[in-house]
């Protein structure tokens, strides 16, 4: 098992930045597959980004491509999603899920992550 604690979130402008970062204890991050996914009022949880072990690739939403960023830094034990030019449709609950073992067809499949932090909220508003 593996604690995940996410930092970052906040209220931003469109048009804005954020950083948003997941930090693991317990075990080294390195052979885990980590996620973020993002949870809309009213809405289901859904796939933002994944990064794969053992650098097996990076993976993103359609609607986020080109403007987040997912990336991790297995020395410090962390994941970071770097989110650009964001828009009121990116306003949410972002959580940080990891999993080991994930096959490359469950990616973006929450119910492949047996760990889960505890959330950020990120609201995108003028």
């Known amino acids: 098992q593996v604690r995940l604690v996410e930092s970052g979130g906040g209220l931003v402008q469109p048009g804005g930045s954020l950083r948003l970062s997941c930090a693991a204890s317990?075990?080294?991050?390195?052979?885990?597959?980590v996620a973020w996914f993002r949870q809309a009022p009213g809405q289901e949880r859904e796939f933002v980004s994944a990064?794969?072990?053992?650098?097996?690739?990076?993976y993103y939403r359609d609607s986020v491509k080109g403007r987040f960023t997912i990336s991790r830094e297995n020395a410090e034990n962390t994941v970071t999603l770097q989110m650009n030019s964001v828009t009121p449709e990116d306003t949410g609950v972002y959580y940080c899920?990891?999993?080991?073992?994930?096959?490359?067809?469950?990616?973006?499949?929450?119910?492949?992550?047996?760990?889960w932090g505890q959330g950020t909220q990120v609201t995108v508003s003028s």
């Open positions: 317990g075990r080294s991050f390195r052979t885990y597959t």
């Open positions: 990064i794969r072990r053992y650098g097996g690739g990076s």
């Open positions: 899920a990891a999993g080991e073992s994930i096959i490359l067809s469950s990616t973006r499949d929450e119910r492949a992550y047996a760990n």
